[in-house]
């Protein structure tokens, strides 16, 4: 069965949009602004945060990144407006990282100046390790201008451990550790699935007996079981960190469970219109979840 889903996955992207938009649709908070509010505003209902993020990333040129960062001073100024309570997720080649860093750079600084102007939170995503020095670089000289900026740490990258050393030196430093998603070379990166547990494992609990805070993004239930346990054993309060997941990821009740314990949840939610590639990327991913979207196709 898992082969028949992963060719049904692989295949979709031969697909017209149309067609596909019903399996993107449980992933992606639509294409217009107003979409991606209204869905942070039913996740605040239940409970939940949320991180939005517009989705793309590697623009072609400086007009490009000039209209990306528009796009996020926007959404700042509008999950105000809204009164929401959601930060904003953005990858830096979206906004000018491939062409050069000086481009990326300001307009990371003029997103951020909303952020401050709204009282909010900016997230720097992590990219492939290309981008990771850069990327640390960039975060580092925004946080010199406001603190309520964070970066993303890769539990498959060997260099992780040195620097959340090197980063997680205040208690305001606020960064989120996931597995990471990008092809990267055993030389860098682990690549054995257990191995990169125990990294994350090991990461988070650096990150956690030091000053910072962290978000944990996974879906992978023994890891979310595991962390939840040390967490409880080692006293660690609830307002040093958060667990966080992707839009759309089955987790049956795991994340109400979360909740219920007083636990804070944050769902990261893209939206925009480069919706087709995500989707793409997130059903080969788990091919399994084309039965879950055709059955709640069927049921509505
Ligand atoms: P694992 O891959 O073992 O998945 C556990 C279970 O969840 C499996 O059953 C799997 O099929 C299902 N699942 C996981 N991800 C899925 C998906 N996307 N769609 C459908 N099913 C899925 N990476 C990165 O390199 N840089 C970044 O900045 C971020 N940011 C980020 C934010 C948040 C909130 C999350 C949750 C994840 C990221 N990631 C990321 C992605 C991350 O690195 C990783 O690739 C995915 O989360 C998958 O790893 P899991 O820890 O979920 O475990």
């Known amino acids: 069965m898992s082969f028949i889903n992963s060719f049904l996955a692989s295949i979709l992207m031969y697909f017209p949009k149309w067609f596909v938009r019903p399996f993107a649709a449980p992933y992606v908070a639509g294409e217009t602004l107003k979409s991606a509010l209204d869905t942070v505003r039913e996740l605040n209902q239940d409970g939940f945060c949320a991180t939005l993020d517009i989705l793309g990333e590697h623009v072609q040129s400086e007009a490009e990144s000039f209209k990306i960062r528009d796009a996020y001073i926007n959404l700042f100024q509008s ?38 102007e709204t009282d909010n939170f900016m997230r720097i995503d992590m990219e492939n390790s290309d981008y990771t020095d850069a990327t640390i670089n960039a975060y580092q000289e925004c946080y010199t201008e406001y603190n309520q900026v964070g970066p ?29 998603i990008y092809r990267e070379s055993p030389n860098i990166a682990f690549q054995d699935r257990e191995a990169i547990r125990t990294n994350f494992i090991k990461a988070t609990q650096a990150l956690l007996t030091g000053p910072g805070y962290v978000g944990i993004a996974t879906h992978d239930i023994t890891l979310i079981d595991t962390l939840e346990t040390w967490i409880r054993e080692n006293d660690i309060p609830k307002t040093r960190f958060e667990f966080q997941v992707l839009y759309g990821v089955p987790m049956g009740d795991r994340l109400k469970k979360l909740l219920e314990v007083g636990y804070k949840v944050r769902v990261y939610v893209p939206c925009g219109e480069a919706w087709f590639d995500y989707a793409i990327r997130r059903l080969k991913e788990n091919p399994n979840i084309l039965w879950y979207i055709l059955g709640n196709i069927f049921k509505r």
């Open 79 to 116: 999950i105000k407006k809204a009164g929401l309570d959601s930060n904003v997720s953005l990858k830096p080649t979206h906004l000018g990282l491939g062409i050069n860093y000086n481009l990326a750079l300001k307009n990371l600084l003029a997103i951020l100046n909303t952020a401050k």
């Open 152 to 180: 993303v740490f890769q539990a498959y990258m060997k260099r992780t451990g040195d620097d959340i050393s090197e980063l997680n030196t205040a208690e305001d430093f606020n960064c989120r550790i996931c597995k990471g």
